[in-house]
Nanobody
Framework: QVQLVESGGGLVQAGGSLRLSCELS????????MGWFRQAPGKEREFVAA????????YYTHSVKGRFTISRDNVKNTVYLQMNSLKPEDTAVYYC????????????????????WGQGTQVTVSS
């Protein structure tokens, strides 16, 4: 059974930085593509970033390009989301997600294609 545990959320001022972590347990981490999603109050959950299981391919939603970086450590079974230049509109509960892909270079941006989800971590950016 795959389990995902996020950490690293918190309260930060606009312009600040946070690094989220998500550790996968229960399966071989290196076989799983990973993604980050977020859900703001009253809004639908949206895609933020994705990374292939090799780590060689990444994809970002337009609003976070140049500010957020997704990375992974296949030894530590952990995916990271480094968030810089945070804005109040980045305030949300952030979720990591995982699923297997056939090829090492594939990432997944459609949340319906992820079978495993973490419990979420709150990120609040004050103005």
């Amino acid at each position: 059974q795959v389990q995902l545990v996020e950490s690293g959320g918190g309260l930060v001022q606009a312009g600040g930085s946070l690094r989220l972590s998500c550790e996968l347990s229960g399966r071989t981490f290196s076989n799983y593509a990973m993604g980050w999603f977020r859900q703001a109050p009253g809004k639908e959950r949206e895609f933020v970033a994705a990374i292939s299981w090799s780590g060689g391919s990444t994809y970002y939603t337009h609003s976070v390009k140049g500010r957020f970086t997704i990375s992974r450590d296949n030894v530590k079974n952990t995916v990271y989301l480094q968030m810089n230049s945070l804005k109040p509109e980045d305030t949300a509960v952030y979720y990591c997600a995982a699923d297997q892909t056939t090829f090492s270079y594939n990432y997944i941006i459609n949340q319906d294609e992820y079978n495993y989800w973490g419990q979420g971590t709150q990120v609040t950016v004050s103005s």
